[in-house]
């Protein structure tokens, strides 16, 4: 399967520990496409439903139902970077726009202190 960056996929994170990200769900690929393309790892931010977020803070980015192949209402967690085996992979979901990607862009540079 050909992974690229902006990508959403199912993967698997578990296990986890503490208050890591858990189960099989979508995440996006922010991992560069040299990377994808040679690396047996994928770098991804983790995807959950807006429900479990009480308030949105500059490092989570709210995403509409449908974008990438969602089926409800979410947002990506640019706090949890996770860098995964290529073999968690479940599926390919779809594709963020590129709009979408700048304003993770922008909530990844404050994650990491960039700006």
């Given at each position: 399967?050909?992974?690229?960056?902006?990508?959403?996929?199912d993967i698997d994170f578990d296990p986890a520990r503490g208050h890591e990200i858990r189960k099989t769900r979508p995440a996006v690929v922010v991992q560069n496409?040299?990377?994808?393309?040679y690396s047996p790892l994928v770098i991804v931010l983790p995807?959950?439903?807006a429900e479990h977020i009480k308030r949105l803070y500059p490092v989570i980015v709210s995403i509409k139902k449908g974008a990438g192949g969602l089926d409800k209402k979410s947002v990506?967690?640019?706090?949890q970077i996770k860098?995964?085996?290529k073999s968690r992979i479940v599926r390919k979901r779809?594709?963020?726009?590129?709009?979408?990607?700048?304003?993770?862009d922008t909530a990844l540079k404050i994650s990491?202190?960039?700006t």
């Open positions: 399967m050909e992974i690229k960056r902006g990508d959403v996929i496409d040299i990377g994808n393309q995807i959950r439903g990506v967690q640019c706090d860098s995964l085996d779809g594709r963020f726009s590129r709009d979408i990607m700048i304003n993770i990491l202190a960039l």
